[in-house]
């Protein structure tokens, strides 16, 4: 892609984000704001957790973002019984008597990690080396994924039955935590008009994996004003308990907080917003846009918090 200048190639981004987002909207009824901060982890190169109970479009949502895009795309569906190598892939021996690497379903594009939490953290684990380095390691030997690389991974409220906790570490590796809702009156009824009568949508590739790498990098390039970043690390060191700068909300009701990992994502999640919405720096509302969804899974109340009914929502909108 060639452009006269870096604000050009700011305003095609923009341009191929609105086309995308229309694209989507074909399929999903509703949900703007789900499909927006999916889109804006997709452009800031970040993986995404969807919670919801199921019925609520998780799957269809990513199936749909995946044909939009010009990207190889696979669907793990996670069970008790799956393996590691499952997912990765397993060494064979060959007619010659040969060890072969047979590649898993993890070497595409877009992993859809389809109810990543019906898994127990073993199995889970397996994408850990992969969501970071965005390569995988097997027997000694190393497997560089195709880039760009995402892990779009629904997964049901932990209450409910046979379900896991994600491990901390996993969880970090997640740029955004989406909540889904249930629809309002008026959203359920456009969907059900359209989910229960002949409606074959055909949807258009939008964007190609080298446009979205290009406009990954150019994300990248946008500057930041010092006060920005000041407020994102200062957000960020405010969950954490007994720290210095903390916030006493952290102390009085939390065990766990942030780590730089979220400072990072809230900068980088912060200049993806301002562009989409049409600007060339992002500002303080920017972080704030986007806080929610990168702090909800990073901090652990404590049972105070639980006793006294306080929600990770609540904290974080007290913190902001």
């Known amino acids: 892609m060639t452009f006269k200048n870096d604000v050009e190639a700011v305003d095609a981004l923009r341009e191929g984000y609105l086309k995308l987002f229309n694209e989507i909207k074909k399929v999903i009824f509703g949900q703007e704001e789900v499909i927006t901060q999916v889109l804006i982890s997709i452009f800031s190169g970040g993986h995404c957790l969807l919670i919801g109970v199921p019925g609520l479009a998780k799957t269809l949502l990513v199936n749909t973002i995946s044909e939009t895009l010009g990207l190889k795309y696979k669907r793990i569906q996670f069970t008790p019984d799956l393996m590691p190598s499952d997912i990765i892939g397993t060494e064979i021996l060959d007619n010659d008597r ?31 080396e992969a969501m970071q380095e965005k390569n995988i390691t097997t027997s000694g030997v190393e497997y560089k994924l195709d880039e760009p690389f995402y892990v779009l991974a629904t997964q049901n409220p932990i209450e409910q ?14 740029m955004f935590n989406v909540w889904l809702d249930y629809p309002s009156l008026e959203e359920e009824k ?49 969950t954490r308990p007994g720290v210095e700068h903390n916030s006493e909300i952290a102390d009085k009701y939390l065990n766990w907080g942030a780590g730089p990992r979220a400072s990072q994502f809230l900068i980088i999640g912060a200049k993806t917003h301002a562009v989409l919405n049409g600007k060339y720096s992002p500002d303080i509302e920017d972080v704030k846009a986007i806080a929610t969804s990168v702090l909800r899974h990073r901090i ?18 007290d913190l902001l």
């Open 98 to 128: 040969n060890f072969k690497f047979v590649k898993g379903p993890i070497f595409a594009n877009i992993i859809l990690a389809d109810e990543i939490n019906r898994t127990p953290p073993k199995t889970q684990a397996a994408l850990l």
């Open 161 to 174: 039955e046979g379900t896991y906790p994600l491990p901390e570490a996993q969880l970090d590796r997640f």
């Open 190 to 238: 456009t969907i059900v008009k359209n989910t229960t009568t002949l409606n074959n949508v055909k949807l258009q590739k939008i964007l190609s994996a080298e446009e979205i790498i290009f406009f990954q990098n150019l994300i990248k390039k946008i500057p930041v004003n010092d006060n920005v970043i000041e407020y994102a690390v200062r957000l960020a060191t405010k």
């Open 300 to 317: 652990v109340r404590n049972y105070k918090a639980e006793a006294e009914g306080i929600s990770v929502k609540k904290i974080i909108s």
